[in-house]
């Protein structure tokens, strides 16, 4: 439903190119249209589909861009595909004419974060990915902060704050964090329970990194309550990970506690 969605924003978007009042949106919007079904045929492993469709929407972008320097929230699609297509092909960057732009990316994403219209959230999340990816912590939390500042009830913020700190060894950070989370999605309408099961789930393990053993088993126990819930089919198989998951945790708790005595 959302690629044929997709499919016929194009389809309306594209007559408008000829326009000359209309133009410029028309190449933001086919660029924005395109990327989302490249990333759509990436989620579903359909790689060369991903990359031709990645490589059309870039270059809407660059046109964009180059007509209007000013147009920032084109910056988004240009910046993360020049990051992440370096980051993939990085193995070829000693061949002539295979080029690293990883740091112009970052870059055009910084520009978006700060100037954009808006896609500034969308940005900082892009930036967050990166420098986790990288393992870049100072720079990870410098784009959290802002996050958090800018868009307090953004809950990928709250999120990334926990996971930057489980990966920086700082756990008892990390279970505030996933706690905060929690408790955000404790307070919405949601349509399933599995956002809160995957909070639990993180909020678990980083309680069992602070020794907080009594803590982590109550929270593996509430997921497990969750397993009466009827999922859609491509939820089901997530929630059924999450739930096997929190078994084996629960066991390896007792297996220990039983060795320590």
């Not at 009827?230 to 039983?258: D, V």
Request: charged residues 25%; hydrophobic residues 45%.
């Amino acid at each position: 439903e959302f690629d044929s969605l997709l499919v016929n924003a194009i389809a309306f978007t594209e007559p408008l190119q000829r326009e000359k009042v209309t133009e410029i949106n028309a190449r933001f919007y086919l660029g924005t249209a395109i990327g989302m079904r490249a990333f759509l045929h990436s989620d579903e492993g359909e790689w060369l589909a991903a990359i031709q469709k990645g490589f059309s929407a870039a270059n809407y972008f660059r046109e964009v861009i180059k007509e209007d320097s000013t147009f920032y929230d084109a910056y988004l699609g240009k910046g993360t595909f020049d990051y992440w297509k370096s980051k993939k092909t990085e193995f070829l960057h000693w061949l002539p004419f295979i080029y690293d732009d990883r740091a112009e990316g970052i870059r055009l994403l910084e520009v978006c974060a700060a100037r954009s219209l808006y896609n500034r959230a969308t940005a900082m999340r892009a930036l967050i990915e990166i420098h986790l990816d990288a393992g870049n912590w100072p720079e990870a939390f410098r784009w959290i902060r802002e996050g958090r500042t800018v868009f307090p009830d953004n809950r990928f913020f709250l999120w990334a704050s926990g996971v930057a700190n489980m990966k920086a060894g700082h756990s008892p950070e990390a279970a505030a964090s996933f706690r905060l989370l929690l408790e955000n999605i404790l307070h919405s309408m949601m349509p399933n329970p599995y956002p809160e099961i995957s909070a639990r789930m993180n909020l678990a393990k980083a309680l069992l990194s602070t020794r907080d053993t009594v803590g982590a088993e109550k929270e593996l126990q509430t997921i497990l309550r969750q397993h009466a819930f009827r999922f859609s089919l491509r939820t089901a198989q997530r929630a059924n990970a999450k739930f096997e998951e929190a078994g084996a945790l629960l066991r390896q708790i007792s297996l220990e506690a039983k060795g320590s005595r």
